[in-house]
């Protein structure tokens, strides 16, 4: 499938151009031992990925995915400011970039499109992460969990870029990783493609029906394609 005339390209970050989990694991875990509650293993964590820090940090007082039991507020909140300090320190010592994604970014920066994020994670937290991992040059600009009223999975986020940047909806593409990226697209009027190695809660991103599912970062550059560059251009 090809993605003709678009301008726009906003991709979320953790799972789908950066493997974050070691580093928000650690974080999470080193939280929970200040705590003296039980810690857990990185690939359980792994599944608690995508929603934001709050999201994260409830996830990991209850031990599991659903956030079904009560949280007195004023442990919720120490935990939230714990994690959030160990986590700002220790933003990029694992953290790694997924293989071709600074290649394919240069490479689609250097075709004209606009490159944008959109993540849930603290807007604090994306640029330095980007600079560490010399990607930051690539992005016109980037939109936290806090930086509007609203996030994933509401379209808001996409819309307000689309609006600040005059492009059209459907001159966008939206890549991401789970259902909170296909869904916030599918609101938005906006077309989608799901990278099929990130952090979706253990669930198939085919579910969600995104309009177009890869397996590697660097397959982008054929679904959009040269020949669609040079006639925006």
Known sequence: MKFLNKKLLIFDLDGTLIDSVPDLAAAINAMLTELKQETFDENKIRFWVGNGAQTLVKRALLGKREIDDFIEDSHYLKALEIFLEIYKT???????????????????????????????????????????????????????????????????????????????????????????????????????????????????????KPDAIIDEFKTLKIVLGKEDAKQKK
Do not use: W
């Open 90 to 208: 220790n933003l990029c010592i694992e953290t790694k970039l997924y293989a071709d994604v600074k290649e394919t970014l240069q490479e689609l920066h250097n075709m004209g499109y606009i490159l944008t994020i959109v993540t849930n994670k603290p807007s604090a937290f994306i640029k330095p992460i980007l600079k560490k991992l010399a990607i930051e040059e690539y992005f016109l600009c980037t939109l936290g969990a806090d930086s509007l009223d609203e996030k994933k999975p509401s379209p808001k986020p996409l819309l307000h870029l689309c609006k600040e940047l005059h492009i059209k909806p459907e001159q966008t593409l939206m890549i991401g990783d789970s259902k909170n990226d296909i869904i916030a697209a599918k609101s938005a009027n906006i077309e989608s493609i799901a990278l099929s190695y990130g952090y979706n809660y253990g669930e198939d991103i085919a579910y969600y």
